[in-house]
């Protein structure tokens, strides 16, 4: 099973002090591949490809090349090649020199070297510069040696850290167009890691998605576009509107305050989701007639080949529309979406379940303090319980002092009425919150949560 | 009038400065036994210097040998020292990182006197027979910290994942240092080692506390006995002469280096 996949990672953990970076990766990389590890910064996806190079050792788990385990080889004894961040060109040496750095250590015949040297630049149209100093190229130019060093020395598999990141746009459109055209001509198999998503899809067989050192989602670029399995990728993958719905029955969910047709099933009756529309499935009409629903254009901004329109509908949500048509502020519209342009995801978590335990009566402990509530008569002190909140229920305020405790903002999404935020405490711990208020990522809040919003449970249930 | 104050201000001082250099060079080229009077032109100082006919027998020569045998060895093993300690210092993180950088600066602020009594006192207690090869321990004592010094800098300016990327193409680490670190530091290394030299051949202090009794002369040992016996041998003159304008040509030379490897990173 393994012999067809070049690489196999299985279970891979990593922590940095106590920060877990890698939490039980699981994915494997066919020959010829070209696979991307795509996500925000932090999110562990670095250390991953640091760890097939093998600068990073892993507490956990084991990384096979061609079914062999490789995780005791030092790095320079890895039949891979690296192609790092800033380019880690070495300064003193000359372009060719650069290129020839891995093949004089193999020690090859002269002659051997300088062929294979000239093919790569040549590869990466570099023929000329051969005699130059490093520091003379620009950043693109240094990006190309560096490719090329890599290269040369056939490795089984390429590993490409953020190579784009430091240039600009046009620049970068130009080099992802050229690495992919390197990667049908060589057949080997890359590993690419990006935090620029419009990258992984334009580049990608596979996009591997990461956030907080967990895959979220394995798939095609086309896959993971079209089918985001969690409100993560489908608002880190593209623009897109992600709203609370209901799943009534199969190929039946209601949203903003309207039921659609959709082609999800097997989700159970009257389950809530989370369903993603992208800007460009809503279809835009000048008059209501004939449409699902209504909405007020509130602005319209030319964006170079469409245009794209937030949009009030008829109940109070806000949505964003991409058409190759202009409606002018003020104008109410139709708006309909075709069932199979419906994403349903199922909802990761429809409130805060927070591990407690009864510290007296009506006193509970959680979140590293201690909270009032109701606590159930069947509960005695020191019985380990779970305490629940509703995400409408927990109260922030701007001042973390006010708070019974602390926390930052970690992340936000918007669900078309509201806010749902993420909200990392000061002990580490998550806790999740629907707002109407504005807040920003990073923003300190104090928490609180009225006795009566805490509902116990036995941890058995 | 400002601007002339302002001009006769930095001319006064620059003369202070190095009114007592101008002094033993111009001195160096007469014959005459006592300092300060003028008995004609000549080189014979010079000739006496480098035919070894010097009034003082072969000790002073010999002091002359010693001193930059002991400066060469001392700069040479603190390079290799003080490169590997700013290696290491550089990938400590944070506090720890800082506190080691903070440790590094003390011996260098440290009064010689202090070190050189203090050296005295745990080869004394180490129960080292003091001599050659405690002068010299002595003096790469003192000179690493400048090695190191110098060295951060060029660390500091390296793309951190070059020595990675040496290992990534097939380096072993011990290549990748050769290979890679260590042409990359290289104009540090060769500051710290000038840095290490000239501290080395300066230094009195340190050399008095350590030499043991042996009788091993430095030039700055052999001078201060020369001095109290009466009267400096006069070819000590051109000597200093020639030793100020190697460690000119030294310092120019640093300066150029740094001037240069500034504009390189700009």
Redesign the interface.
Known sequence: MTKDYIIDIQHLSKSFGDVKVLDDINFYVRQGEFITLLGPSGCGKTTLLRQIAGFVNPDEGRILLDGKDISGIPPHKRPLNTVFQRYALFPHLDVFDNVAFGLKLQKLPSKEIEARVKKMLKMVSMTDYEDRSVDSLSGGQQQRVAIARALVNYPKVLLLDEPLAALDLKMRKDMQLELKEIHRKMGITFIYVTHDQEEALTLSDTIVVMNEGRIQQIGTPTEIYNEPVNSFVADFIGESTILNGTMIRDRRVEFMGHEFDCVDEGFGENVPVDVVVRPEDVIITGSPEGAQFSGVVESCIFKGVHYEMFVDTDKGYELMVQDYDSFEPGTTVGLSINPDDIQVMRKERTCNVLEAEVTGEGLINMLGCEWECRVPEQFKQGDKVLAEVDFGKVDLLDNREDGKLGGEVHFLLYKGDHYHLTILTDDGDHLWVDTDDIWDKGDLVGIDILPEDIKIKSRND | MKKVLAKCYIWLLLAMLYAPLLFIAVFSFTESRVMGSWAGFSLKLYQNLFSGNVSGGTALLSAVENTILIALIAAAFSMVLGTVAAIGIYNLKGRARRTMQFLNNIPMINPDIITGVSLFLLFVFLRFSQGYVTVVLAHITFCTPYVVLSVMPKLSQM?P??Y??????????A??LW??LV??LRPGMISGFMMAFTMSLDDFAVTFFTRGTIGLDTLSTYIYADARKGGLTPELRPLMTLIFLVVLVLLIIINIRATRSKK?TE
């Open positions: 793309n994942n070059i990675e990327a040496a290992l990534d193409l097939g380096a072993t680490p290549q990748a290979k890679v042409p990359e390189a």
